[in-house]
């Protein structure tokens, strides 16, 4: 992956970032207790899993994609390029093997405000449309995430207008 310096964003990216997310997504720390063991999930690890389960939704993450993940992680949640990939490591390294990680997500996202969960929706939706398509697989993962999230199927169709990208009649 590319590291993101502040200098290295183009103008052009500022803006979209500034327009999608006026506001930063706050970093909730919660303890999740399952049994016996605990395990420590934050708001910022949900954003990198949310990122990283919709990019691999075509089958697999794209150099693009991967960037604009770092450059969203480090803009919107004003962390560094190392606390940005070490959280999407962790997420592409726990979560496969967290049977329960739906569940420990889904209580981290009813901590964020609805506005926090759709501008989260808004940057999946940036981060599925960076290389000039929604693929449908990607668009499964959105929806699935959205679910995560608690948002309706109309803030979905709202938050995918928003990005630009056309939304299919039913």
Known sequence: MRRYLREEITEEEKTLFKAVNSQLISDIDVTLYQGKSSEHYSGVFLVAALLIYVSKGDGAISSQESDEMLATMTTHLSISNAEALENLRKAIMVLPDDRHAAAKLRSIAHELS??????????????????????????????MAAKVL???KSEVSLARQASGKPVPVS
Request: hydrophobic residues 40%; charged residues 20%.
């Open 150 to 152: 608690g948002l309706s």
């Open 114 to 143: 609805l506005s926090e969960r759709r501008q989260l929706l808004q940057l999946m939706f940036n981060i599925a449309g960076v290389d000039g398509d929604h693929h449908t697989g990607e668009l499964v993962s959105i929806n």
